[in-house]
């Protein structure tokens, strides 16, 4: 695949590596290659390693800590970081909230949180989804009421990724019950510390607690943490989903457990079927990210801000990928994928797991999540059907 990057760009892929496995604790990065997951402090002293070093916002404007780079190398800059095992910037701060309010808040609000928000000195956590408003969203419940100098929040949110390490989150709430239903919605930053909100974990099938329910219950907000105007958090919120594009197609991810299957496959790799499968897997990931390069390269002549629909190409050809890999390797792990629980015995007559494959079915069973957030695959192929095929 080098063979579509330009020398300059080979420089800056290698620049980026060298940094990572530089400044990057090796501990860190080892735990992070035997799939263990990142704690919160883990993710908040890389990224403030990144940013000091003016990597953790390379997408922001360049006032704010952003770099002046093309599209291609953000996207050498986070592939070079997965591929290192680097825990990433937290996505809400950089990918979410901070392009928002560097979009659309007042110079006040951009002061007050854009330098904490890149920092990791505030974990934000994202209150769009509710029990009866995900794939569409527009018909979320969450009430602000203006009371005075401030609203009284009311309503709950779900699927709220890490709500449990969340300072502050940015919410949709409606502000105007009356308008029709796109036009009465507004954007607010609420500090998860304030009377009224409550954080309840959803228990998962990978044995882990990644989501949360947050309940608001008279939550007062002061008016100054409104971003941009009452009632046009829908702009903000398409603006915020539009930004995702290329990055969930999880090139770096889909890579990182090809390497592991063939680390840990052994002998099961011997087998004609698991390799035609592992092959095709190996393929199409090439593809994938011929076709991500191509998206990057046409993004540098687009308007910017210009939604591209060859976005949810990616983003669902991605995410079948990822399930792909997370699926072969506890094909090629086999029974013995199942002792990934410390008090889980392994069947007889098989070895223990290999280090490095205690998450393998955890990353089956959490990886069933790619086709579902950032909207769903149905709703990515609606999209492609429109706006692509024109049908
Ligand atoms: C692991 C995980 C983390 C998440 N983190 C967050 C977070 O931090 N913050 C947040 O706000 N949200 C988060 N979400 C929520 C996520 O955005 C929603 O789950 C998603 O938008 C789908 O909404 P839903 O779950 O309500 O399903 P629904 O929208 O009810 O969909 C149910 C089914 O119907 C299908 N469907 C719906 N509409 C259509 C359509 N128009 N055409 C065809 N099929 C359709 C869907 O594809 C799906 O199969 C997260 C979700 C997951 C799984």
Redesign the pocket.
Known sequence: MDLALSKEDRAFAERMREFYTSEIPAELRERMARGEHPTREDVVSTQRTLNDHGLAVPHWPVEWGGQDWTPLQRHLWAEEMTLAHVPSPIV?NTAMIGPVIAQFGSQELKERFLPKTASAEIWW?????????????ASLKTTAVRDGDSYLVNGQ???????QYGDWIFNLVRTDPSAQKQRGISMLLIDMKSPGVAVRPIH?IDGGV??NEVFFEDVRVPVDNLVGEENKGWTYAKFLLGNERTSNAGVGMIKTRIGRIKRLGGAHLDDPLLRARLTRLEIETTALEMSVLRVLAREASLPKGTPDPTSSVLKLKGSELQQDASELLVDVLGPAALAYREDTEVPDGFAPLPEGAVDALPTYF?WR?AS????????Q??IIAKAILKL
């Open positions: 809400f956590s994202q209150g769009f989804s509710e029990p009866n408003a995900g794939s569409d969203l949110k779900t699927w709220t990724t890490l709500a998962l990644e989501v959490n999540k579902i957030y950032a909207g769903s695959n149905e709703v192929r609606g």
